[in-house]
């Protein structure tokens, strides 16, 4: 069974320029959730979509953007990158959205490098 | 504001012997926990979970308790093990339709030593 699936695994950007994150999740899976870790801040909670809907979303400016695809695929895109915006972007898939029991898988994530 | 609190970045363990991390969290409205490894280079690893309905639940050597009047919750691994070695993340969410949103700790870098 494949896993997350996250493409590129590596990236690097110049300021100011804008850049999309894909994420295939697991088979099945219609839940994804986005999160960022750096070093300072650790993992942050970015947004989460179901059934191509945003359910949630963390408090990251609006310069932060996702969407889910009807098969279930997800990107997400970070305009007018800073400096800031370096770092391990991870996707997670679960196979529902509310339901106690079920752990979210993660893939390995795309390292974002602006400079 | 830091909900979810794993107050030690790092524990030293002996092998064959017990590892307990711990993390504290401070949203009453967290009622599902739940707790990752993750490896370098690699994205975390769903390990065990536990709802706030419930004070213990194991999966072979991962037992997780937790004292919802203390906020606090808990990772025992008997007997570690070499390849535990990782850094551990406890996560929480709120549920129903906040499932999806997960709030983590820190980390705690685990070091088993043969």
């Known amino acids: 069974k494949a896993g997350v699936t996250q493409t590129p695994r590596y990236l690097i950007k110049t300021r100011g320029q804008q850049v999309t994150l894909s994420c295939s999740p697991i088979?099945?899976?219609?839940?994804v959730s986005w999160y960022q870790q750096t070093p300072g801040q650790g993992l942050q909670f970015l947004f989460e979509?179901?059934?191509?809907?945003?359910?949630n979303k963390g408090n990251f400016p609006g310069r932060f953007s996702g969407r889910q695809f009807s098969n279930s695929r997800s990107e997400m895109n970070v305009s007018t990158l800073e400096l800031g915006d370096s770092a391990l972007y991870l996707c997670?898939?679960?196979?529902?959205?509310?339901?106690?029991?079920?752990?979210?898988?993660f893939g390995s994530g795309t390292r974002l490098t602006v400079v | 504001d830091q909900q979810v609190k794993q107050n030690s970045p790092s524990l030293s363990v002996q092998e064959g012997r017990i590892s307990i991390l711990n993390c504290d969290y401070t949203?009453?409205?967290?009622?599902?926990f739940l707790w990752y490894k993750k490896y370098p280079a690699e994205g975390p690893t769903f390990l065990i979970s536990?709802?706030?309905?419930?004070d213990k639940n194991e999966d072979g050597r991962f037992t997780v308790f937790l004292n919802k009047s203390a906020k606090h919750l808990s990772l025992h691994i008997v007997p570690s093990q070499p390849g535990d070695s990782a850094v551990y993340f406890c996560?929480?969410?709120?549920?129903?339709?906040?499932?999806?949103?997960?709030?983590f700790g820190q980390g705690t870098i685990l070091t088993v030593h043969p």
């Open positions: 997670a898939s679960s196979v529902v959205s509310g339901g106690a029991g079920y752990g979210y898988t």
């Open positions: 088979s099945g899976h219609r839940s």
């Open positions: 979509y179901f059934s191509e809907t945003q359910r």
């Open positions: 949203n009453s409205m967290f009622d599902y």
């Open positions: 536990i709802s706030s309905i419930k």
């Open positions: 996560a929480a969410s709120a549920g129903g339709t906040s499932y999806g949103k997960l709030t």
